[in-house]
């Protein structure tokens, strides 16, 4: 199982950045994915969880609103699109499959 993270950057509060995960080594379409994050000093969260075919999806409670986690199963890829980034979302998100991490992604929000 492979994981590859991508779409993390600086970028200014309120800007939009777009998250990407490559999967591979597994039948993607079968499997729930979700995007944590971890902020320096503070344990990983949860950030979004999307079913396998992309029909139910979850938000912490702290992004909903300005983050949409998508897939594209003929891709073996999920997204997280985060639309008006706040300083707050600073952290480096990481992809997950059970029980796998991809290496994480730094996203950056600072003026």
């Known amino acids: 199982v492979q994981l590859v993270e991508s779409g993390g950057g600086l970028v200014q509060p309120g800007g939009s950045l777009r998250l990407s995960c490559a999967a591979s080594?597994?039948?993607?379409?079968?499997?729930?994915m979700k995007w944590y994050r971890q902020a320096p000093g503070k344990e990983r969260e949860l950030v979004a969880t999307i079913t396998s075919t992309g029909g139910t999806t979850n938000y912490a409670d702290s992004v909903k609103g300005r983050f949409t986690i998508s897939r594209d199963n003929a891709k073996n890829t999920v997204y997280l699109q985060m639309n008006m980034l706040k300083p707050e979302d600073t952290a480096v998100y990481y992809c997950y499959r059970f029980p796998f991490w991809g290496q994480g992604t730094q996203v950056t929000v600072s003026s």
């Open positions: 080594g597994f039948t993607f379409s079968s499997y729930i």
